[in-house]
């Protein structure tokens, strides 16, 4: 039997959570604008973003490792703490991710062919639509440790089927922009460096996505 312990600390481990998630959703911004500054060819810029996502992903580490060491002990966790722990590991791979795009991109400075200069964005903006979704989540569920109306429940479900779609929009998006750019030429090193950027960022969407799965499982305990 779990106890609302909680409800007396000072501190709940999800606004913690609620805490590593905005921070995530403050890098993908950052991430936008970086990308953005890339393919305008302000590499400077994008130099300076870089470094703003690593001291974010840093900041984020330290939040992580907060929670993680102020969890309730035992039966006072008032969801499966396996649960909980899985949720913050997905949300924490959305910012490895952000970081992990922008040092691949650093590597070389590839043009973004004007033929798919659009796709390429917009598939960036499916993917932070999700992550921003996701975020929405969180602050629905932050009182977890107590009781849950039906209708808040609902309201929950309702934002997890619009992370999942985002995600299969993002899904999309990638095949679209992997076909248009493989349909440009022989430029294979530029090809592939453009091509695993894409994938990074699509994986946002699913760390995203998977984030929102360990929700569900803790709503329905």
């Not at 996502?53 to 703490?81: T, Y």
């Not at 946002?204 to 803790?218: L, P, S, T, Y």
Request: proline fraction near 2%.
């Amino acid at each position: 039997m779990r106890v609302p312990i909680l409800k007396i600390l000072r501190k709940s481990p999800f606004d913690g959570l609620l805490e590593h998630a905005k921070k995530a959703r403050e890098c993908i911004n950052k991430l936008e604008e970086a990308v953005e500054c890339y393919v305008d060819k302000k590499y400077e810029e994008f130099k300076k973003l870089a470094d703003e996502i690593l001291k974010l992903e840093n900041e984020a580490d330290w939040i992580k490792g907060n929670v993680r060491n102020h969890l309730p002990k035992g039966i006072f966790m008032s969801v499966d703490k396996g649960d909980f722990l899985s949720c913050l590991q997905e949300q924490d791979a959305i910012l490895d991710l952000a970081e992990d795009a922008v040092i691949w991109l650093g590597f070389r400075k590839t043009e973004i062919p004007k033929e798919i200069k659009d796709i390429f964005l917009k598939h960036l903006h499916n993917v932070i639509d999700t992550v921003e979704t996701f975020e929405n989540i969180v602050v629905q569920v932050r009182h977890l440790i107590g009781p849950i109306t039906r209708e808040e429940r609902k309201q929950a479900k309702d934002i997890l089927k619009s992370i999942h779609a985002k995600e299969r929009k993002t899904d999309k998006s990638a095949h679209e922009l992997a076909r248009s750019l493989f349909a440009l030429g022989d430029d294979f090193s530029s090809a592939y460096h453009l091509l695993h950027v894409i994938f990074i960022i699509s994986h946002i969407a699913d760390h995203a996505e998977n984030a929102g799965d360990r929700i569900r499982v803790m709503l329905a305990r």
